[in-house]
């Protein structure tokens, strides 16, 4: 019998296989929300060489929108994310604005909470996938069930260089 993780992740699989890069991170932004919970999803690529990262996909066109490049400034979430590749949370707005000029949308939409997970493909890192929601939302639990996103992640973000 297939357990409601394997339904998803079967779904995710066959969008995948059919649909384009904009259906596939839709696709994923569900499956955030099922598994761990969020109310803004949004996902970035990231210039290495540059320090820039580029909106890909989000949920929330109006108040973030895929646009241009917007510099990356070192703080505790590029060493989390970028340096050590691991999933930065942050559970309060005074925590999101230590690291998130952008701190006063977030507020102003009601929330409070942040993780970003980073997509890394053979040792290459591809993007983060944004997750928002109410203050306090992301505990040890979260955290654990954010792990099950990462392979659906690294098939979204290897959508937008193949046929996506």
Not at 95 to 104: L, N, R
Request: aromatic share 8%; charged share 20%; proline share 5%.
């Amino acid at each position: 019998m297939a357990t409601g993780e394997d339904s998803a992740a079967a779904r995710f699989a066959d969008i995948a296989a059919t649909e384009e890069s904009g259906q596939i991170f839709a696709a994923l932004d569900r499956m955030a929300q099922d598994l761990v919970g969020a109310r803004l999803v949004s996902c970035s690529v990231f210039d290495e060489a540059t320090w820039q990262a580029r909106r890909v996909y989000t949920n929330n066109p109006d108040v973030y929108p895929l646009s241009g490049l917007k510099a990356v400034t070192p703080s505790r979430w590029t060493e989390t994310v970028l340096d050590n590749g691991q999933i930065f949370v942050a559970n309060s707005i005074d925590e999101i604005a230590e690291v998130f000029p952008d701190h006063p949308t977030i507020a102003g939409l009601g929330l409070g909470a942040a993780m970003n997970l980073p997509v890394r493909l053979a040792g290459a890192f591809l993007g983060t996938v944004n997750l928002l929601d109410k203050p306090g939302a992301y505990g040890p639990d979260q955290l654990e069930a954010a792990k099950d996103l990462r392979l659906p992640a690294i098939a979204a973000f290897c959508s937008l260089h193949h046929g996506g």
